[in-house]
């Protein structure tokens, strides 16, 4: 299998302290009546991976089957920053162990949290330790016993061997500089027969080199994308197998706006590669 050729743009430490910077803020800025979500409808969404603007509980309707995500608490809905619906791809039982990779404020470890029970438990790591603070005190808000939260990277998972049944993620793994790592560890930590469930934001077809190139539009979940193939790749290459990829449907106007939210109008036209290539996804894998 061969290697994904790394975008020779990005350093990686760069990278992560931008991000990290950028979920700092949003966390710190969050508020109950300010929400920022990814694949919403036209008016008013944020760009993926959230911004400031303040956008309707109907985003949540649009972007999560689960019924029960618009029935949290505000303070989590606010901070729901993901690209699709983990939870219902993941299809959990009750008393399985499920780990979130990049968990933000929680909301996809509250609605794991329900279906596993309290005989399950479910982990949610971030890097960022103000999305941390923020999770944890939507924890008590929420009263999920069976819910942790851990500060670390998820390239460097602070979770033992073979300890997970099921691996969920929303919109994060885009963001990570070595998602080759992220994959390995995912792989590392689930038991055998666990699953991957993620939602996230891939290509079809080469971004321009500068987008590539924006810092502020990898944060903003655009830059670090990976071309079908390739992220396909990355699993596998991690060892697991039955690779599923599905597209989910993203409006014209979620790029329009990530597009204007994250100032890449100059360097991207309306006609440009990125309208026509980038898009949500649904992916699951299996580790035997
Ligand atoms: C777009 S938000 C998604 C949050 C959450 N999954 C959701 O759906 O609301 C991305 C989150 O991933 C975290 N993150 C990004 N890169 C990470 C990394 N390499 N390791 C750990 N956390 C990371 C950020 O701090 C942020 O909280």
Redesign the pocket.
């Known amino acids: 299998m061969a290697r994904i050729e790394k975008n020779s743009f990005v350093v990686e430490g760069q990278v992560?302290d931008q991000?990290?910077e950028r979920?700092g803020r949003i966390a710190e800025q969050s508020s109950v009546d300010q929400q920022a979500s990814c694949c919403g409808p036209n008016n008013a969404v944020s760009d993926c991976?959230?911004v400031d603007t303040a956008v309707n509980i109907d985003q949540i309707k649009m972007i999560y089957e689960a019924p029960d995500a618009t029935e949290l608490p505000a303070e989590v809905t606010t901070?729901?920053?993901?690209c699709g619906d983990p939870i219902t791809l993941a299809a959990l039982q009750p008393g399985q162990t499920v780990l979130?990779?990049?968990?933000?404020?929680g909301?996809?470890c509250f609605l794991a949290a329900k279906r596993v029970g309290q005989t399950g438990r479910v982990i949610g790591?971030?890097?960022?330790a103000k999305?941390i603070e923020k999770a944890r005190a939507n924890k008590v808000k929420v009263g999920a016993d069976n819910v942790e939260f851990r500060l670390?990277?998820?390239?460097h998972l602070p979770v033992a061997d073979g300890s997970v049944d099921v691996v969920i993620?929303?919109?994060?793994i885009n963001?990570?500089p070595d998602k080759e790592q992220v994959f390995r560890e995912a792989f590392r930590v689930l038991r055998p027969g666990g699953k991957l469930a993620v939602s996230d934001i891939v290509t079809d077809g080469p971004l321009p080199d500068a987008v590539k190139q924006d810092m502020a539009a990898w944060a903003g979940?655009i830059a670090g994308a990976l071309e079908v193939h390739d992220y396909i790749g990355a699993i596998e290459a991690a060892g697991f197998v039955d690779v599923e990829l599905t597209p989910v449907y993203m409006d014209k106007s979620v790029i329009d706006d990530a597009v204007e939210q994250l100032q890449l109008r100059e360097i991207v036209s309306e006609d440009d590669s990125l309208y026509h290539s980038v898009f949500s996804a649904k992916v699951t894998a299996f580790r035997t």
Do not use: A
Not at 79 to 82: Q, T, V
Not at 125 to 128: F, I, Q, R
Not at 169 to 172: I, K, L, T, Y
């Open positions: 992560r991000v990290r979920y991976c959230g901070l729901s920053l993901g979130d990779l990049g968990s933000g404020g909301i996809d790591v971030d890097m960022t999305m670390g990277e998820i390239e993620s929303n919109c994060v963001l990570s979940c």
